[in-house]
Every structure is written in C-alpha cells, then in structure tokens.
C-alpha cells in the first residue's frame, strides 16, 4: 500500500514538472534581444567610382591613398 | 610593433614577367634570396621545361608520383581553387592551352592561331587525385599552374619576408605589415591608389598573351576555348594573393553581369573593365 502511494505520487511530481516546464518553454520561446549572430561589416559600406575604362568599387577594409604606389597589380 | 621607415626594393624578371619585391627594414641579402628562391620555383612549376617537377608530372598520368612538398601544396591550392569558383578556375587546362597553339614561351616568338574547337575541360577532381607525398594525374590531363602559381608563391614570399614587405609577381601580389607609412602597402588598382595591409591583389585579363582576335590565354573551361564574356580585365584585392587570382578570374569568366554580385561576396576591392 504504501509503495503503491510513493509510485503514484512519483509519476505524479514527474507529469507535473513536465507539463510546467512545457508550460515555461512554450511560453519564453526565444528573447528577440539575444545576440544570436556575431556583428559583421556591412556591405553597403562598399563605394563605387566610376573612372576611365571601367569601375572601381572599395570595400570597407580598402581605403583609397593620394600616396604614389610603389607597385601596382596589373596583367602580365 | 609598427615597422615604419624607407623601402627597399629589389626587381627583376622571371616566370616570364616582371617581379619586385618590397621591404621595411630588412637586410637586402633577403631580397635577393627572395629573387633565388622565385627563380627555384619557377623552374621546378613551369609547363615549358621538359624537365621540371610539374612537366615530369604531366608525363607520367595513370600512376602516383612522388611530389615536393611544394607542388603537393600548389595540388592542393588548384583543387581549393577550382571549388571556390565553382569549377571556372580548372588547372587541367593543359591540353586546351596548347590546342588553341600556347604551346611555348611568348618570350620564344607568338603562338600560331589554330582552329578553335570546343571541348569543356573534365572536373579537376575527376583527373586529379593527392595523397601525402604523392600525386597521381588520369591519362590524356594535363596540368598549367599559370596565374596560381605567381599569387601561391607571392603569399610565401610575403610570410618569408618579414612583417612588412610586398611581393609583386607579375601582377599577383602579397602585401605583409602596416607599409612604409604605417597605414599600409600603397598599390595601384585600376587607376588609383589603395593602402593593402596584410591583403593581396591579383589582375586577370584577356588583353596580354593574345595572339589573334580570337586567341588568347585564358581559358574557359566551359568550352575549352578563350573567354568571351563581354569583361577584358578584373582586378582584385582579398585576403591573399592566390585568393585574389582565384576570384579575379573567376569574375572575368562570369561576365559583366554576375562579376559585381560575385566580387562583393568573395573580394574586399575590385575594378572591372569591359
């Protein structure tokens, strides 16, 4: 009898904290504030000038000099 | 640690073209070595030799072969490449070089403009396997390292140079270190001037290496036969030099339409001319 009661009263505490934790979870689906994805550059930071013979476009990590080259990339 | 202060700079030619190597505080005796150590590689990775490494390779398909650490490290930068690109960068291009008459040096007198016939280059997987150590190419491919070469070699040169120095190979070029001015490598791309920093830059072209309206060098592995893709020469900055190469002609053969759309998600700088 009294094994009886501490079985029934185990399975009882196991539905009832399955149910209210899917209860919490169904409920706190996900925090729209939490930084899922690591910050990265924007593409849009990227600029375009137009010169003679085509286009030249500089992404956010390539700055523009006024400096003389010492060397250029050019087809060999 | 900045490493501001006068370049020294050392050129001279090789792998049939112009190289130059730049560097901030270094003894000039590692420029030279640089020039010996281009001048050992060129001679072990040219096709145009009967006897270096990557001809002996070619003439031997259907078995493996013992290869150098750096052919196996070239091996394994083409197939690298050839996935980035979605199979437009295809170093089997052997025998398509040679069926439209590239067959020696431009140094040695122009190529003979021959009938042009397509024939799509096989996947390079499909004909080219590695192994630590060893290689083994399928009968009837044949291996041109071209432009891949000049940017893999340009990388090395870079990390061996120190932490501020440039390396140009014809073009391909691998920039280490803050420069001579602490913000950069100042280089020219399409006109202008950038500052590169730890960054590569190749250009590919049809404009050099043609030898008629039709002939020229690069290949489209779609057809087996020169690009036709309404674009005349790309330039490129990324993260490396081989990388730059890579997307360079990648962009060239994808054509002015997709180009932009492709450099923006593979290049951090890029000049198309049509």
Request: charged share 15%; glycine share 12%.
């Amino acid at each position: 009898m009294r094994t009886g009661i501490l079985k029934a009263g185990a399975t009882l505490l196991t539905i009832a904290a399955t149910a209210l934790s899917a209860l919490y979870v169904t409920a706190h689906l996900k925090n729209p504030a939490a930084p899922l994805q690591p910050t990265v550059l924007s593409a849009s930071g990227a600029t375009t000038v137009s010169a003679p013979g085509g286009t030249l476009t500089l992404g956010p990590s390539v700055q523009p000099s006024t400096a003389h080259p010492v060397t250029s990339t050019y087809a060999s | 640690m900045r490493h501001s202060g006068p370049v020294d700079s050392h050129h001279f030619e090789a792998l049939g073209t112009n190289c130059s190597l730049f560097a901030v505080g270094l003894a000039r005796g590692r420029l030279l070595e640089g020039e010996f150590w281009v001048r050992r590689m060129g001679a072990r990775l040219t096709r145009f030799s009967p006897d270096s490494e990557l001809s002996r390779f070619n003439a031997s398909p259907g078995s493996w072969m013992d290869v150098s650490p750096e052919l196996e490290s070239l091996l394994r930068e083409s197939l690298r490449a050839y996935e980035m690109s979605s199979g437009l960068v295809n170093v089997a291009v052997l025998r398509a070089l040679e069926g439209v008459g590239y067959t020696r040096p431009l140094s040695d007198g122009q190529p003979i403009a021959t009938e042009l016939r397509a024939r799509p280059l096989p996947p390079l997987p499909d004909v080219l396997a590695i192994r630590p150590g060893a290689a083994r190419l399928e009968p009837g491919a044949g291996i041109d390292l071209g432009g891949l070469a000049k940017g893999w070699m340009a990388d090395r040169l870079g990390d061996a140079l120190g932490p501020n120095a440039l390396a140009n190979l014809g073009g391909d070029l691998s920039a280490r270190g803050m420069g001579p001015a602490g913000d950069g490598w100042p280089v020219g791309l399409g006109g202008s001037t950038v500052l590169l920093r730890d960054q590569g830059a190749a250009t590919s072209s049809v404009r050099r290496r043609r030898w008629s309206v039709e002939h020229h060098h690069l290949i489209d592995p779609r057809t087996g036969l020169p690009a036709q893709t309404g674009l005349e020469e790309v330039s490129v900055v990324a993260t490396s030099g081989a990388e730059a190469e890579v997307v360079a002609k990648t962009a060239l053969l994808v054509g002015p339409a997709v180009a932009p759309a492709y450099c923006a998600a593979h290049a951090l700088a890029w000049w198309l001319s049509p």
